[in-house]
C-alpha cells in the first residue's frame, strides 16, 4: 500500500513540475512541445529545446533548517538551465530534509518566467505535517 502510494504522489509530482514548467512553452507554440504525447503536455520526456537559465531560486516557509541547508539540498543552482528533472528532485530532496528529521512537509514549485530564456523558482515549504507535494496555481 505505501508503495503505490508513493507511484501515486510521483505521479502528480511529475504532473505538478510539467504544468509549473511547461505552462509558458505550450502556451507560446501554440500546443503540446514537440514529442509530446497526443493531449499531453509532454511528460518528462519531452523537455524544451533551449531550456530558460534560472535568475533566481526563492524557498518560502521554511523554519525548521536555515535557508543555506534548503539551498545545498537543491538539484539546481542560479545560472543552471531548467528542467522538470531539477525541480522534481530539488522537491524531493527538501521532503527528504524533514523526513530524516522525522518531520514532515509538503513542497509547491512555482515557476515565473519575467522575459524569454530566464525563470524565477519559488518552492514553498508547509510544515504542518501533511507530507508531499501540491501544487497551488
Known amino acids: 500500500m505505501i508503495a503505490n ?3 501515486t504522489m510521483g505521479a502528480w509530482i511529475l504532473l505538478i513540475c510539467s504544468l509549473a514548467i ?3 512553452s505550450y502556451a507560446q507554440a501554440g500546443g503540446p ?6 493531449g499531453g503536455t509532454g511528460g518528462a ?3 524544451e529545446a533551449n531550456p530558460p537559465v534560472i535568475d533566481s531560486i526563492e524557498i518560502k516557509g521554511s523554519t525548521k533548517f536555515k535557508q543555506s541547508e534548503m539551498m ?10 531548467i528542467s522538470r528533472t531539477k ?8 521532503a527528504a530534509l524533514y523526513q530524516k528529521q522525522g518531520g514532515d512537509a509538503a513542497v509547491s514549485p512555482n515557476i515565473t518566467h519575467p522575459s524569454d530564456g530566464h525563470v524565477q523558482v519559488y518552492l514553498t515549504v508547509d510544515e ?3 507530507g508531499g507535494f501540491s501544487f497551488h496555481p
Open 5 to 7: 502510494q508513493f507511484r
Open 22 to 24: 511547461g505552462s509558458k
Open 33 to 38: 512541445p514537440q514529442g509530446a504525447a497526443p
Open 45 to 47: 520526456q519531452a523537455e
Open 72 to 81: 545545498k539540498a537543491l538539484a539546481m543552482k542560479v545560472g543552471d538551465t
Open 87 to 94: 525541480v522534481k528532485d530539488s522537491c524531493n530532496n527538501i
Open 128 to 130: 504542518s505535517g501533511k
